[in-house]
């Protein structure tokens, strides 16, 4: 609002809210992932990584739907339906990145962050066309079937691990 008053005052143009809102999730992530850089630098070990599980997509997201927005590389909205598969790579990421932030011990995160990122990274070529064909537009269609595949999959590992640790 600041910079809004003080272009107004000088009679310079800014970019319409339509093309800048992304700068608000952003700049919330942003202030999210200071905050806990500030927290977890005073005190070793004591940082919340509940603002970092905020503050990550909240920057991440803001920052892919910023280039929609500005239409940098002539990408526009219409381009989403190719590249939606960003937004799971997105979540992996932001899995990734806390794993890194715990000391890389936590292995369930480092578990969705294969999960996201397998089905953004399986479903962009798929998406972007790279492979065609009737067996690949299928497969482009019927998606949605590996990931409850993989989901009854992990749920099913769980629950022999607990069945072989109660037998112990």
């Given amino acids: 609002m600041g910079l809004g008053l003080i272009a107004s005052g000088l009679a310079a143009a800014l970019p319409a809210c339509a093309a800048t809102w992304p700068l608000l999730p952003l700049a919330l992530g ?48 219409a381009d989403l339906t190719a590249l939606w598969p960003a ?26 962050t294969y999960l996201f990122g397998g089905v ?6 798929l998406t972007l066309g790279v492979f065609r064909g009737p067996v690949f537009e299928q497969m482009a269609r019927l998606w949605p079937l590996l990931i409850i595949l993989a989901v009854l999959s992990a749920v099913l590992r769980v629950r022999l691990r607990r069945r072989e640790l109660e037998q112990e």
């Fill in 87 to 112: 937004f799971p790579l997105i979540v992996g990421l932001v899995f990734l990145l806390l794993y890194l932030s715990g000391d890389m011990i936590e292995r369930p995160l480092l578990a969705l």
């Fill in 30 to 77: 942003v202030m999210f992932v200071v905050q806990h850089a500030a927290e977890h630098g005073a005190q070793p070990g004591s940082g919340s990584r509940g603002l970092l599980m905020l503050g990550l997509p909240l920057l991440l997201g803001g920052a892919f739907l910023l280039v929609f927005t500005l239409r940098l590389g002539g990408l526009g909205w």
């Fill in 120 to 125: 953004g990274l399986a479903a962009l070529p």
